[in-house]
Each structure stands twice: as C-alpha cells, then as structure tokens.
C-alpha cells in the first residue's frame, strides 16, 4: 500500500510540473527559437557589428597628436582630422565626447561618410590653463558609443595669461571682468610690468591696476551689450572674429575671439574667447 501511494504521489507531481512547464512555454518563457528584439536586427549591419564587438569601419587619419605648444598669444590652433569609411555601407557620425571643452570638432554631429570616401572634420583647441595636457575625442558611430578615438597632446605657455581665458556671458548684467598677468611657461607668475594698449574688436575697457597690488597685473571689462550690437551690425559672415549658430529664435553670434593688445613683443596679443552663453 505504502509502495502503491508513493507511486500515485510521483505520477502526481510529475503532471504537475508538466503543466507548470506547459504555462511557461505559453505566457511567461521563451522558447529556442524566440528572437530578443533588443538585439541588433539583421538588416541593421554597422550596429550588428558593433554589438558583437567589430572594429568599426571608420579609420581615422590618426590616433594620437601632438600639437606641441600653444599659447594665449596666438590664439586656438585647429587641425584636421580626417575621417575615412573603409566598409562598405555609410557610417554616420552621430556626435561625439571630449574630456575638456577646449577641445571642440568646428560642426554638429549627425553627418554621414559614404563608402570609400574622406570627410575632414576640423578640431579647434583652445589653450587654457598652463603646463602639459592631453584631451582626447571619442565619436558616436550610427547612435553608438563604440566609435573611434584620438587622443590630442600639447603643452600651453604663455608669456601674459588671461584669467578666465573663456569668459561666458553673466547671469546677471552685461559686464565681466578678465584679469591678465605676465606668466612663465609653467604658470608661475612674474613681477614684470607690461601695458594693455586696448581691444580688437572695442567691447571692453581697460582698467588699471593699483601699483599697491604690484606690477606684472592688468584687467579688462568685458561688456556683453556691446557685443550683441557689434554682432548686429556685422552681420553673418561679417567680422571673422565671430563664430555663428543657428538656434530656433534665429541665428545668434555663438563666440567671439577677443584680442587684447599690449606692449610686450613677446605676446604682443593676448586672445580670449568670449561664449554667448
């Protein structure tokens, strides 16, 4: 009897998990031949490639650079970094990472590099701060993070360094103030007097500074008003200085390399960018 019941138990338990199974497979598992409709899908190739980990087909002009040393009295330095498409589909270039913002490709994402050719892309680097640096870009290939990279060395010198050298536009008012001091290559301050002569374009004043504070220190006023009437007149395409963007209201000035003159031969211009926001 007890061998019988045990058997009964067992046939039991077996339809049971069966069943259990039969439900499963109906609502809640998959079964071999399911497809996960989060994965690439066949017709998508350039994101299938990706996903199982393919180098992508976009082969940059270079890995690494070394733009040696840049300074405030020049101003940015752009190079270009070229772009080509070894596959044999278009490869769009949706955007891009930078670890400082002095480092900036000239354009927006969203371009496409047809089979075969080369798209130049034009990175601008602006020094701040001093010493040696090294930035690097990744790129967004088809919506993905796994694009190319290229790493960008340099050192930034210069012999009278603006402090901010990116002024953006104050929250409050028009006016913001740039101080400037006589510099050594790597940042430390020199006691030696020079003289702000004024500013290309005119948009800013030039103050003095007490002989109490010491020598080797300079400032401007930055007036942002002046600017926005500046940029008016010009015009795009006017002065070169400015940079240009499109938003939804219109198309607004975006940047404006500012160029502080003195007299020291040594750094006869000083440049700061200037950002509308």
Request: glycine content about 10%; overall charge negative; hydrophobic content about 45%.
């Given at each position: 009897m007890a061998s019988r019941r045990t058997n009964n138990t067992l046939l039991v338990l077996a339809a049971l998990a069966l069943a259990a199974a039969g439900l499963y497979q109906q609502f809640g598992g998959t079964s071999g031949d399911d497809s996960d409709d989060r994965s690439p899908r066949a017709g998508n190739s350039a994101a299938a490639a990706r996903a199982k980990n393919e180098p992508s087909k976009l082969r940059l002009s270079t890995e690494r650079i070394d733009l040696g040393t840049i300074s405030h009295c020049e101003g940015a330095r752009t190079f270009e970094l070229l772009m080509t498409n070894d596959g044999t589909e278009p490869i769009t270039v949706s955007g891009w990472r930078a670890t400082c913002s002095c480092v900036s490709p000239n354009g927006k994402g969203g371009f496409a590099v047809l089979p075969g050719e080369t798209t130049a892309l034009p990175i601008r680097v602006e020094p701040q701060g001093a010493g040696g640096k090294s930035q690097r870009i990744d790129f967004r290939i088809d919506g993905s993070i796994g694009g190319p990279r290229v790493r960008i060395d340099y050192v930034v010198a210069s012999v009278i360094r603006p402090r901010p050298s990116?002024?953006?536009?104050?929250?409050?008012?028009?006016?913001?103030?740039?101080?400037?001091?006589?510099?050594?290559?790597?940042?430390?301050?020199?006691?030696?007097?020079?003289?702000?002569?004024?500013?290309?374009?005119?948009?800013?004043?030039?103050?003095?500074?007490?002989?109490?504070?010491?020598?080797?220190?300079?400032?401007?006023?930055?007036?942002?008003?002046?600017?926005?009437?500046?940029?008016?007149?010009?015009?795009?395409?006017?002065?070169?200085?400015?940079?240009?963007?499109?938003?939804?209201?219109?198309?607004?000035?975006?940047?404006?390399?500012?160029?502080?003159?003195?007299?020291?031969?040594?750094?006869?211009?000083?440049?700061?960018?200037?950002?509308?926001?």
């Open positions: 990116v002024v953006m536009r104050p929250t409050k008012g028009t006016l913001a103030i740039v101080d400037l001091e006589r510099s050594a290559p790597d940042g430390a301050f020199i006691e030696e007097a020079f003289l702000i002569l004024g500013t290309v374009p005119q948009v800013a004043k030039v103050f003095d500074v007490p002989p109490s504070m010491g020598l080797g220190l300079g400032g401007i006023e930055i007036d942002f008003a002046a600017i926005d009437a500046l940029a008016k007149l010009e015009g795009v395409g006017g002065d070169p200085a400015f940079e240009w963007e499109t938003t939804a209201s219109g198309v607004r000035w975006k940047s404006l390399d500012l160029v502080v003159r003195t007299d020291l031969p040594a750094c006869s211009e000083v440049h700061v960018t200037i950002k509308n926001g």
